[in-house]
């Protein structure tokens, strides 16, 4: 498990971006207070999913306006269609920790 940020640094029903150095950016997602964590990189393009719009349980990309299931990382509005790499988090003293395949 890696640190990857406070829990108050993720804005309710918005998203925190993780850099990584040379490794995949993370996006951190508080959906009505229920946090989730993915690679920050849209499925479809190149857009970083950390700015798009979390809405209805679900992150609409910035780039295209195609989305994706935070809980499930299924696509859920084309034009996406590959889902999302989901990444376990733990919570442990309002500090969030992910377990990160690279």
Do not use: Q, W
Not at 35 to 47: K, Q, Y
Not at 54 to 83: A, K, M, Y
Request: aromatic share 6%.
């Amino acid at each position: 498990m890696i640190f990857l940020c406070n829990v108050a640094d993720v804005p309710l029903n918005g998203a925190k971006r993780i850099a990584r150095g040379r490794l995949p950016a993370i996006a951190v997602f508080n959906v009505d207070g229920r946090l989730f964590a993915t690679d920050d990189r849209c499925t479809h393009g190149t857009a970083l999913l950390s700015r798009g719009k979390v809405e209805n349980g679900r992150i609409i990309c910035p780039l295209h306006f195609g989305s994706f299931d935070l809980v499930s990382g299924e696509p859920t509005e084309l034009p996406c269609e590959t889902p999302l790499r989901m990444h376990r988090i733990e919570v442990v003293e309002d500090k969030i920790y992910a377990d990160i395949a690279d």
